[in-house]
């Protein structure tokens, strides 16, 4: 079935530092590929999407590209704030189902 | 305001006492499911809905019940909850099964039984 994976946190940065996290998945389709953030006792929300091979998503200062050659969506920020700090998902849908999530990554921003 | 709404926010509650959470969605969404948030598992399905009337398990419902009765409202029901249902649950709605459709979150859930 399908699944994703995503790299195991927990993550520490100081402030103004370059972020990636790891995702690779696994589906029997062409799924889409989202990222999802969790900011202390909130809900997920939805940082930012791509639905096909080659889209970039971005959304606050983050991006990710869906890479179908190598099964991967990592996301990247050029320099994070302590505001950034959260728990990051990464997740997949395929059509008529749910999302799959990654077990997500717990990213530490320190001044 | 779109949003999805949890209630309660917190439960405490003792093995064997019949809850309900509810979940309500204000944005006409065909779609919503129930999720439990474990550390190191992320989030893992408990059910779904398609539509009225229309629900199927998820990954993990064994211990569960929902119904879908009308389109904004999808209850989870817990008959007889033990302990190994503590856990952080979510809600979560989209206007359709459609892949490039992305799933609004309520605020979750955390429920402890003791």
């Known amino acids: 079935g399908d699944s994703v994976t995503q790299m195991e946190g927990p993550v520490t940065l100081s402030e103004e530092a370059f972020l990636t996290i790891n995702c690779t998945y696994t589906?029997?389709?062409?799924?889409?590929l989202f990222w999802y953030v969790q900011y202390p006792g909130e809900g997920l929300q939805l940082l930012l999407k791509?639905?096909?091979?080659?889209d970039k998503g971005s959304n606050k200062g983050f991006e990710a590209t869906y890479r179908k050659e190598t099964t991967s969506f990592h996301l990247e920020k050029g320099s994070v704030q302590v505001s950034d700090s959260a728990v990051y998902f990464c997740?997949?849908?395929?059509?008529?189902?749910?999302?799959?999530f990654g077990a997500g990554t717990r990213l530490t921003v320190k001044p | 305001e779109a949003q999805v709404t949890q209630n309660p926010r917190y439960l405490i509650t003792v093995t064997g006492k019949k809850l309900t959470v509810t979940c309500s969605q204000n944005?006409?969404?065909?779609?919503m499911s129930w999720y439990r948030q474990d550390p190191g598992l992320g989030l893992r399905q408990i059910y779904y809905?398609?539509?009225?009337?229309?629900?199927d398990k998820g990954d993990v419902p064994e211990g569960y019940k929902v119904s879908r009765k009308e389109k904004r409202n999808f209850p989870l029901i817990l008959e007889s909850p033990s302990p190994n249902q503590t856990s952080l649950y979510f809600c979560?709605?989209?206007?359709?099964?459609?892949?490039?459709?992305?799933?609004?979150f309520g605020q979750g859930t955390r429920l402890t039984v003791v």
């Open positions: 979560a709605s989209s206007p359709s099964g459609r892949m490039n459709t992305e799933a609004f």
């Open positions: 791509a639905t096909k091979a080659d």
């Open positions: 997740a997949l849908r395929e059509d008529n189902n749910d999302m799959r």
């Open positions: 944005m006409n969404h065909e779609y």
């Open positions: 589906a029997t389709g062409y799924p889409s």
């Open positions: 809905s398609m539509n009225v009337e229309v629900t």
